[in-house]
């Protein structure tokens, strides 16, 4: 599995059945870092992701089942990107967790930090620097407890799409950027706040995901043309929790 210099320990896979297994095993995840978190430093830092495979996973840990095993009001939940709509927009990440997740659990209002899709999307990628400067106080990237990723069949993840400045970017915690003409400007984190993360979880579910994961972690290292790539956190965990369909290709080249 490529990966850059990191010291953290070595990536890891974990291929389960499907993508019902994928949103227990990531509520797992997600509870015992939420613990973890909460048990060592009284709050737990979440980035959450977009795109519609963490919805099974939002809707379990909003389930009777689930949701009383979180201190939601130690929560504080971030995006690691956003599509630049309105926040009622059916594109909306923010939207998307909301209706999934976070109008259904006690996490207080003031500890669900969104970007601002609304705003003009340069000033709202700074806008969201400044708050992540807050978090430390200094010009360190916040160390998040855990990120949550996907990765696009492109090998793209957050909004790190192939041949975008954003995977290179050494100074921003976020910036914003239009991926083609006729799609809407996103506001993504940058690999700088990644991979200083304590722990990130890359959920891939499907078939359509099978090549795209079999080069990125089997094939040479090229972030440019494989964004998923350049997430290496320095002194992180990082697992890669796919399903079955998704892992078709993996460990299939010799
Ligand atoms: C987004 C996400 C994006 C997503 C992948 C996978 O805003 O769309 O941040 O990176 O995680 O595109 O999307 P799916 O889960 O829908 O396959």
């Known amino acids: 599995m490529a990966s850059a210099d990191v010291t953290g320990p070595r990536p890891t896979l974990r291929v389960v059945a499907d993508k019902h297994a994928l949103a227990r095993a990531a509520a797992e995840a997600v509870v015992q870092h939420a613990r973890?978190?909460?048990?060592r430093r009284g709050r737990f830092l979440w980035v959450l992701s977009g795109g519609s495979t963490p919805a099974a996973l939002y809707a379990l840990l909003a389930s009777e089942a689930w949701a009383g095993q979180v201190d939601w009001l130690k929560v504080h939940v971030f995006w690691g990107d956003e599509r630049c709509v309105p926040p009622d927009d059916a594109a909306s990440n923010c939207r998307m967790?909301?209706?999934a997740l976070l109008d259904h659990?006690?996490?207080p209002a003031s500890q669900i930090h969104r970007m601002r899709g609304e705003?003009?999307?340069t000033h709202a990628a700074a806008a969201y620097e400044t708050l992540l400067r807050s978090l430390t106080g200094s010009t360190l990237p916040p160390r998040f407890d855990l990120v949550l990723l996907g990765m696009g069949a492109d090998g793209h993840t957050a909004s790190l799409f192939p041949n975008t400045a954003a995977i290179r970017e050494r100074q921003r915690f976020a910036v914003a950027h239009q991926i083609a003409a006729d799609s809407p400007w996103r506001i993504t984190l940058t690999p700088l706040v990644f991979n200083a993360a304590a722990a990130i979880l890359l959920l891939v579910s499907g078939a359509d995901k099978a090549a795209a994961l079999q080069r990125v972690l089997e094939g040479p290292l090229q972030p440019d043309v494989l964004p998923a790539q350049v997430i290496a956190p320095r002194?992180?965990?990082?697992q890669w929790l796919v399903d079955r369909a998704a892992a078709g290709a993996v460990g299939s080249r010799q």
């Open 97 to 99: 967790a909301r209706s």
């Open 36 to 39: 973890d978190a909460i048990a």
């Open 235 to 238: 002194a992180g965990s990082l």
């Open 105 to 107: 659990v006690p996490i």
């Open 119 to 121: 705003d003009d999307p």
